[in-house]
């Protein structure tokens, strides 16, 4: 029930995700993501296949001098030997080469699915709320269940 | 001794307490705290009993447009087979639906006290301790190790 | 390969270290790093020794009302019985005495050098990169691999 060792190797997964986007190392990407995947960010609609996902993540963050990724509140729910559902928290850190621009920081959520394909925790589907961004705008994909009051 | 498998029970449930605050599903804290138990937030005085800290997370959480937990630096000092306490850390950023607010983030410490009841780890006791409040204001409960300077 | 209980060991470890530098009881460094150690804080050199650290821990410090380190994505690679590499990320919010100055944060990555020493996990070797700081300035210790660009 408590699948320590998967668990350990989803978290591993989870902060490689964020150090192969914080360190522009972004074919990492390919280390983490299911081939056959679905990722949706708050600003652009379901993307498909991990090469595309490192495709979209060298063009979008060209424009940042930096970004840190820190996940954290990670919730695994295993549904079978080698399927797992996820939530976990992140807040996004943006800074751009433009320096006239402010900071931009997405308070988000992660919500995923994982596989165990030929050994190795991947993800399969990837969707990111957002709890909020600053400064403040409007749009993006709001948690429903917050969003529901 | 390291007790992992009750370590990532405890886990959950304070990423639980975490969802059941941001979604808005307070009654979901009746899930985390035991039903007699005390909740000291920084700005309230003690409250008793799970269902208070139900009514009153509905009350506050009423004027945010929404809010984020984040949890870090969980240490749990397990006290018995039963007992635990612990100290995290949080950054709790909460956005008015009043657009003339700034957001007000809290750099807080839970103080806690685990126990398992009936097979499930529950809060008997949480303290809210603030390092510091952004935009910055007086009051609330300082971590006196840190206020003795 | 797994290793849950260094894990855990090395986890306790770094919120030990936050604890110690947040609750300025900077002597409980003792009990984070060994003896001979290094400590390499992006605006000093390199310090040698963990009561060098300490020093200069309670040096740095006395200039704030308050800090608080949140570390998260912690990854930890072990290459031998007792040692171990680790990075992870810290946002480090730090609020001056004088009220003048904005609370500054840094964005930062531990680099760490992780040896256990008499049955005890210890750093051997802590370097500290920046992603940021705000508010914006130069200077520091840039991750390369993100410097690349």
Redesign the interface.
């Given at each position: 029930m408590?699948r320590?060792?998967d668990?350990?190797?989803i978290h591993?997964q989870?902060?490689?995700y964020?150090?192969a986007t914080?360190?522009?190392?972004t074919e990492n990407h390919l280390l983490v993501f299911a081939e056959e995947c679905v990722f949706a960010s708050p600003h652009s609609g379901d993307m498909h296949g991990a090469q595309n996902v490192v495709d979209w993540m060298s063009r979008v963050l060209?424009q940042f001098?930096?970004?840190?990724?820190?996940?954290?509140?990670?919730?695994i729910t295993f549904t079978g030997e080698h399927t797992a559902t996820a939530?976990s928290?992140v807040?996004a850190?943006h800074?751009f080469l433009d320096?006239s621009k402010p900071?931009m920081i997405l308070?988000g959520e992660y919500h995923d699915k994982w596989e165990r394909i030929d050994g190795t925790w991947r993800i399969r589907e990837r969707r990111v709320l957002e709890?909020?961004i600053?400064p403040?705008r409007d749009g993006g994909a709001v948690?429903p269940?917050?969003a529901?009051?």
């Open positions: 408590h320590l060792e668990r350990a190797e591993d989870m902060f490689r964020a150090r914080d360190w522009l190392e060209a001098e930096a970004t840190q990724h820190h996940i954290s509140n990670i919730s939530v928290y807040r850190w800074r320096q900071d308070w709890a909020g600053e403040r948690n269940r917050r529901k009051q």
